[in-house]
């Protein structure tokens, strides 16, 4: 194969955005590929992408529902998408000399900002090369989509179908599924032992993204009363949260851990996992047909992501109690059995046989 150079480019605001880029390059890299990833928000960082990032998460914290609104409005949507190019243009320079100086063949973007960015270069013809976009969410959102891309990475078949009917050429869409690294062999009982939980004890994950962010105290509170159950929590990148309930459950049958790797460890030993349906947690909890019950949900992107998984029977019904929801499949496995005979699951996992080929036809 000819030597070539792909630029993956993410935003880290969130973690999924990072972590499909660098699964993605990790293939890439695999296949022979000379593969540089970048943070859009590093390469390009301002005063307009200081104040875009501060106002995402006043409004995912503090007024949710007006995000969700933004989101899933149309008519909101269609007046962004007159003015998103021309806003990547004015915050370009940084960006276009990385790509003078790594002389990229391909450019691949896991986040819209980064995508409005290089297709104002495309559109200006400061950028020649190939362009493609990958997604991270189990939905489709018209402000994902640029007419300047060559070639899309999707994740189900429902977003390839929702782009034709935009007018978008099917050819140029490869439904690869959610992009992981391969998955760990892991020897559940050493992860246990490693993390003080009995052999026979039965694990309740419970975790809230990369940030988390939306822990329940009172919810773990209710759950640490079963002392059958070793509840382990995953705080992500939250110090406060670590700290804070660390000091509420000492000595308890809750488990507070704070960023963990690798992430397969705890979902080989999870009976259940309570989370929120980010894309990537989803993807990964189901490699380990990890039943998942929905604690909470960000706004906008993951309400649809929940329709979706809910209509597919990947995630566990909307229940009256989460704790109650919990308690009966950590007794029964009842969703469990389901999961292992759902053909929705498997349909998330081509393998990377599928992206490998997607780019190697337009490279």
Known sequence: ?????????????????????????????????EVKLEDILKVESNWLTD?????????????????????????FTGILLRFRTRVGGTYSANLKMVIDSFEPDLIISTHTVPSAVV????????????????????????????????????????????????????????????????????????VKSKLGIGESESVLLVGSGSQGTGLNKHL???????????????????????AELGDYFAGSNVLVLGFYTPMDELYAIADAFITKPGGLTVAEALRFNVPMIISHVLPGQEELNTEYLQDKGLIM?????????????????????????????NALFPGPEVLLEAIESVI
């Open 119 to 190: 297709a104002s270069l495309k559109h200006k013809g400061l950028y020649k090369g190939k362009f493609g976009i990958a997604f991270s969410d189990y939905h489709l959102h018209r402000y994902w989509l640029y007419e300047e891309a060559d070639f899309y990475v999707v994740n189900i078949e429902e977003q390839k179908q929702q782009m034709v009917k935009l007018g978008f050429n099917s050819q140029k869409i490869a439904v690869c599924g959610m992009t992981l690294k391969p998955k760990l062999e892991v020897d559940a009982k050493a």
């Open 51 to 75: 104040v875009t990032t501060f106002l995402y998460h006043i409004f995912i914290t503090w007024l949710p529902f007006v995000w969700s609104f933004l989101y899933l409005n149309d008519w």
């Open 220 to 242: 773990l509170k209710n759950l640490s009363e079963h002392t059958h159950v070793k509840v382990v929590v995953m705080c992500g990148k939250n110090k406060k949260a670590f």
């Open 317 to 345: 019904p909307e229940a009256i109690t989460i704790e109650g929801e919990a308690w009966e499949e950590l007794e029964t496995h009842a969703f469990k059995g389901h999961l292992l005979e759902n053909a929705a699951k």
């Open 1 to 33: 194969m000819q030597h070539k150079k792909i630029l993956i480019l993410y935003n880290a605001i969130g973690l999924g955005h990072k972590s499909i880029a660098e699964n993605i390059g990790y293939y890439l890299e695999e296949a022979g590929y």
